[in-house]
Nanobody, 121 residues
């Protein structure tokens, strides 16, 4: 069993900052990419940012310059620091990780349950 548990969502005013974290646990042998996606009401889930095991980040245009993704490989944890938040950043934020489980031959994508972020104007 593998679990991804997010934390850190909440309500913040426009222009404020918020930090999310996500810890993966269970029968994990290795984790490749980790990342964040979000889904706003009545919209499809969209890419926010990913980070490779070596720490190379990749951002959506909407997140570039405002969000910072990082990870702690020893703790199987990925972080997302969000600054200069806008009302349009309001969404449920989901953690994603590409994981090789013990006794498995292939990597598989796993998702967290989501944490809501609301940015008020």
């Amino acid at each position: 069993q593998v679990q991804l548990v997010e934390s850190g969502g909440g309500l913040v005013q426009a222009g404020g900052s918020l930090a999310l974290s996500c810890e993966a646990s269970g029968n994990i042998f290795s984790i490749r990419e980790m990342g964040w996606y979000r889904q706003a009401p009545n919209k499809e889930r969209e890419f926010v940012a990913t980070i490779s095991r070596d720490g190379v980040p990749n951002y959506a245009y909407s997140a570039e310059g405002r969000f910072a993704i990082s990870r702690d490989n020893a703790k199987n944890t990925v972080f997302l620091r969000m600054s200069s938040l806008k009302p349009e950043d309001t969404a449920v934020y989901y953690c994603n990780a590409r994981i090789l489980r013990q006794n498995s031959d292939y990597y598989k994508d796993f998702w967290g349950q989501g944490t809501p972020v609301t940015v008020s104007s």
